[in-house]
Nanobody
Framework: QVQLVESGGQLVKAGGSLSLSCAAS????????MAWFRQAPGKEREFVAA????????YYADSVKGRFTILRDKAKNTVYLEMNSLKPEDTAVYYC???????????????WGQGTQVTVSS
């Protein structure tokens, strides 16, 4: 079992920056691929970014490429999502996710966090 706890969500103005954190715990969690998803009101949850367990490969949705960066601190077993040039359409609940496989973590991860709210005002 893997437990994921997100933090860092808050209200920010358009054009601003924000960093989200996801602390993972549980047996073998340090070897899992990790990802961020988001869900805006009235919309389906969508993939944002993913990183493999060794932090050597990252993947991004086209909508955030060049603005968001996913990072992993293996010593702290924590994944970060650094968000720059935020837009009102980035407003959503952001979820951290984990899975044993990089391909699966981007589509249907086994473990989810509880989510953290990010609101970008215009």
């Amino acid at each position: 079992q893997v437990q994921l706890v997100e933090s860092g969500g808050q209200l920010v103005k358009a054009g601003g920056s924000l960093s989200l954190s996801c602390a993972a715990s549980g047996r073998t969690s340090s070897t899992y691929a990790m990802a961020w998803f988001r869900q805006a009101p009235g919309k389906e949850r969508e993939f944002v970014a993913a990183i493999n367990w060794s932090a050597t490969s990252t993947y991004y949705a086209d909508s955030v490429k060049g603005r968001f960066t996913i990072l992993r601190d293996k010593a702290k077993n924590t994944v970060y999502l650094e968000m720059n040039s935020l837009k009102p359409e980035d407003t959503a609940v952001y979820y951290c996710a984990a899975d044993g496989f990089l391909g699966t973590v981007q589509r249907n991860p086994a473990y989810w966090g509880q989510g953290t709210q990010v609101t970008v005002s215009s």
